[in-house]
């Protein structure tokens, strides 16, 4: 940029750089998708091809950028997780918001139709907000996607007996919020089967746990011990890694599938078979994806 006496103004920019060592998670939501989806007229309690459609826009944006390491989605919202390690944009929030945010929109407007065929999209467009937060610790980032997929577990449960009660048994939006306030789980699952013959456990997981989107290695047996150094919260044990090798795992990355699965990622499980998760270093690609 050429020198000039309007140049000052640089001066007002805020450093907005976010603190080293944490994990950065980018959750975005949907602005005014209530009013959307009845615009829409999304299926209740849940309409596959909406989330269908925010999975895809989740992997394009992943593909797009492959520093996120994992990215968990509910309903319209997706929270995209960065490593630790993460330098993209110099970890400068706003960039890493605003291009989480807009890359997800765009994509979800250029994918509509392949998931809405025939409903034309129009003014007010759909449109998503976000936010950065921080995470100290492997434990901290743990517990914070297990909250978003207990609260995924806590609203499907009650949108679905919500929704029964007014689908099939004839009530209307506040005879079926008063039927349901104080409830327990036990109670809504007991109305589910008594009333409608509804095993909540034989809903689709994909409305009971969410979406989980991550690129696809070789899964360790379950037991085995990981190969990878070991990093505790303190970041300590996190190997050093040159230019050369940084780019190396970028470009194997970037050859792995990105895949879309509905688990369980409570349980140790589905990190203790996924190592590359918490390291950043990529694994070993399956030999047929």
Not at 62 to 74: H, K, S
Not at 223 to 233: F, L, P, R, T, W
Request: charged letters at 25%; hydrophobic letters at 35%; glycine letters at 4%.
């Amino acid at each position: 940029m050429a020198n000039s006496k309007y140049e000052y103004v640089k001066s007002f920019e805020q450093n907005d750089l976010l603190l080293p060592n944490t994990w950065i998670v980018v959750r975005i939501d949907g602005r005014g998708f209530h009013k959307f989806s009845d615009k829409y007229c999304f299926e209740k309690p849940n309409d596959r091809r909406a989330l269908d459609l925010m999975n895809a826009a989740a992997k394009a944006v992943m593909n797009d950028l492959p520093d996120i390491v994992v990215a968990y989605g509910i309903s319209d919202e997706y929270s995209f997780v960065l490593h630790r390690t993460c330098s993209l944009f110099e970890r400068r929030s706003s960039k890493l918001v605003t291009t989480i945010v807009s890359t997800f929109s765009a994509y979800y407007v250029f994918l509509w139709s392949s998931f809405f065929p025939g409903v034309l999209l129009n003014s007010p467009l759909p449109s998503f907000d976000g936010r950065a937060v921080l995470y100290p610790s492997v434990q901290n980032l743990r517990d914070y996607m297990s909250w978003r997929q207990v609260d995924c577990h806590i609203n499907n449960l009650y949108n679905t007996t919500f929704w029964a009660l007014i689908q099939k048994g004839g009530m209307d939006a506040t005879e079926a919020e008063k039927e349901l306030a104080g409830s327990l789980a036990a109670d809504k699952n007991e109305i589910l089967f008594s009333r409608f013959h509804i095993n909540y456990n034989n809903e689709p997981d994909i409305y009971k746990k969410g979406s989980v989107v991550f690129r696809d290695y070789e899964l360790n047996e379950p037991g085995a011990v990981s190969q990878v150094v070991e990093v505790n919260d303190a970041g300590v044990g996190q190997p050093e890694v040159s230019r050369t090798q940084a780019e190396k795992d970028r470009k194997k990355r970037s050859k792995a599938r990105i895949t879309i699965e509905h688990v369980d990622v409570i349980r140790d499980e589905f990190w203790d078979r996924r190592p590359w998760l918490l390291t950043n270093r990529p694994g070993k690609i399956p030999n047929e994806l």
